[in-house]
């Protein structure tokens, strides 16, 4: 297991925020330089980063915060994870490297051609993003919208192979769901039977458009009665 937390810049950025440790502790526990952290707290590093409360994330204690705050010279030491238990609340957005975040538009654009029954929010949750970008996507408003090539977001390495069945299943279930509710046939049985499709003629008009044989012999030729009396005379 590795010595420092997950996300260090992220953590440094709270504890400068939210704690009195100096920032050789902060640099000792989260893996960085002193003038890095320095720079963190100065707004020259890591500007726009988020960040992550180790307590929450049992990375930790407030008891260890409380010693380095007491004791400059003390060094703060990381939680040994427990045993997790699954969590069955709502999970957390889906956090997208920042190398990426650029690839986003054109999963979108892929999901929305090729998955049309797969909603906004689905889509949002699935690729970590806003229904502001997809809806822009969407009607094509997105600042790069000519540039937007459609590719598949586990190629991208936006989300995993099962997460996409899963939500694909998921919406496609829901979508039937509602098709029934409202009466609408599946696309595979919107066929008609042949009986109701196919028209059939009466035997006796089909004997009246016979065709004679021998009267189209003659207008095609130009023969008839008459000529034949115009050639006597």
């Not at 997105?142 to 939500?167: E, K, R, Y």
């Not at 696309?187 to 006796?204: I, R, S």
Request: proline content about 6%; charged content about 30%; some cysteine.
């Amino acid at each position: 297991m590795s010595d420092t937390p997950l996300m260090p810049k992220a953590t440094a950025v709270w504890l400068i925020d939210n704690t009195s440790l100096s920032f050789d502790q902060i640099a000792a526990f989260c893996g960085l330089h002193p003038l890095e952290v320095k720079g963190i707290a100065d707004g020259d590093v890591a500007g726009g980063v988020r960040g992550i409360d180790p307590v929450t994330a049992n990375q930790l204690t407030r008891e260890e915060i409380q010693k380095g705050e007491a004791d400059t010279t003390y060094r703060l030491r990381l939680s040994r994870p427990k045993t997790l238990v699954p969590n069955k609340g709502k999970k957390a957005p889906r956090y997208t490297p920042v190398s990426k975040r650029q690839n986003r538009p054109d999963a979108i654009a892929w999901m929305v051609r090729n998955h049309p029954e797969v909603s906004d929010a689905q889509i949002g949750k699935l690729l970590g993003t806003t229904k502001a970008t997809i809806q822009s996507v969407r009607d094509r408003s997105h600042w790069n919208s000519a540039n937007l090539t459609p590719q598949d977001p586990v190629g991208l390495g936006l989300c995993s192979q099962i997460d996409l069945d899963m939500v694909v299943k998921k919406a496609a279930s829901k979508k039937a769901r509602m098709d029934e509710a409202n009466g609408i046939q599946p696309d595979g049985d919107t066929l008609k039977p042949a009986d109701e499709t196919v028209q059939y003629e009466p035997e006796e008009d089909r004997r009246e458009k016979r065709i004679d044989a021998t009267q189209v012999f003659a207008n095609f030729t130009g023969s008839s009665s008459d000529d034949d009396e115009d050639d006597d005379n």
